[in-house]
T-cell receptor
């Protein structure tokens, strides 16, 4: 069965610093991978996704992620954090096998300090 | 504007009462989903539906019920059998039959049961 691991639950960075949020997945089929962002008391918004093709994926708000099959990873990065990036971030993998379902990680809360 | 609406944003109920959460989408998506979100636990799938008049249990269906009489609507009833119903509930939808698997989320309903 597919699974997603986001180690830790909280990360804190200074404004202007690199943001790195880690995601490792387990999948028995070629995965579709997603990063979503959630601001307090709101729904989830898609940041970026990997389906096929280029392994470096660019998303909204300056975020990008690289699919590394050998490491079963899909880490999310942003070169310079902004205060508005403070939110919770979820990594997800498609269940595969014809299913439309996604399996989500437990989330990572990002705090950006001035 | 196309999107998913959930109402109400906040809902308060007494223990022992059933309560129904509304989810409507005008994206013409076939698939719809209900998730429950608790702090530190990520998103857990309650029910999903890939087509009108058909739905399947997710990972935590006990104490919940759904219906899918119209493509646009997927209401969730939290019954008195749900032991710990206080949570943030998210509805989502997606296109079926494509390689995308991307889910679009509503703004959520925060349910408090006392």
């Amino acid at each position: 069965a597919q699974s997603v691991t986001q180690l830790g639950s909280h990360v804190s960075v200074s404004e202007g610093a690199l943001v790195l949020l880690r995601c490792n997945y387990s999948s028995s089929v070629p995965p579709y991978l997603f990063w979503y962002v959630q601001y307090p008391n709101q729904g989830l918004q898609l940041l970026l996704k990997y389906t096929t093709g280029a392994t470096l994926v660019k998303g909204i708000n300056g975020f990008e992620a690289e699919f590394k099959k050998s490491e079963t990873s899909f880490h999310l990065t942003k070169p310079s954090a902004h205060m508005s990036d403070a939110a919770e971030y979820f990594c997800a993998v498609s269940e595969g096998g014809g299913s439309e379902k996604l399996v989500f990680g437990k989330g990572m809360k990002l705090t950006v300090n001035p | 504007d196309g999107g998913i609406t959930q109402s109400p944003k906040y809902l308060f109920r007494k223990e022992g009462q059933n309560v129904t959460l509304s989810c409507e989408q005008n994206l013409n998506h076939d698939a719809m989903y209900w998730y429950r979100q608790d702090p530190g636990q990520g998103l857990r799938l309650i029910y999903y539906s890939q087509i009108v008049n058909d739905f399947q249990k997710g990972d935590i269906a006990e104490g919940y019920s759904v219906s899918r009489e119209k493509k646009e609507s997927f209401p969730l009833t939290v019954t008195s059998a749900q032991k710990n119903p206080t949570a943030f509930y998210l509805c989502a939808s997606s296109i079926t039959g494509t390689s995308s698997h991307e889910q679009y989320f509503g703004p959520g309903t925060r349910l408090t049961v006392t």
